[in-house]
Nanobody
Framework: QVQVVESGGGSVQAGGSLGLSCAAS????????MGWYRQAPGKQRELVAV???????NYADSVKGRFTISRDNAKKTVYLQMSSLKREDTGVYYC?????????WGQGTQVTVSS
């Protein structure tokens, strides 16, 4: 079994910063990718940022230059530092761990950006 647990998130005013972290535990040897997706009300879940085990990062165009993903392979943890937050960044942020081409998801954490 693989467990994925997120922490962080919350409410912030536009222009502010927040950090998320996600730890994978259980039968986790070396995840292929670890990353973040988000889902706004009434919208589909979308990729925010993902990082491979070799530290190659991929970002959604909407967050490039504002969000930074990092990963600690030893701790099986992935982080997302969000800055210059906008109202449209509001949503539930989900951690994704891809292990042997199977996806595992966290329970989600709410990020709310107000003007």
């Amino acid at each position: 079994q693989v467990q994925v647990v997120e922490s962080g998130g919350g409410s912030v005013q536009a222009g502010g910063s927040l950090g998320l972290s996600c730890a994978a535990s259980g039968n986790v040897l070396s995840p292929n990718t670890m990353g973040w997706y988000r889902q706004a009300p009434g919208k589909q879940r979308e990729l925010v940022a993902v990082m491979t085990s070799g530290s190659t990062a991929n970002y959604a165009d909407s967050v490039k230059g504002r969000f930074t993903i990092s990963r600690d392979n030893a701790k099986k943890t992935v982080y997302l530092q969000m800055s210059s937050l906008k109202r449209e960044d509001t949503g539930v942020y989900y951690c994704n761990v891809n292990l042997f081409y199977k996806d595992y998801w966290g329970q989600g954490t709410q990020v709310t950006v107000s003007s």
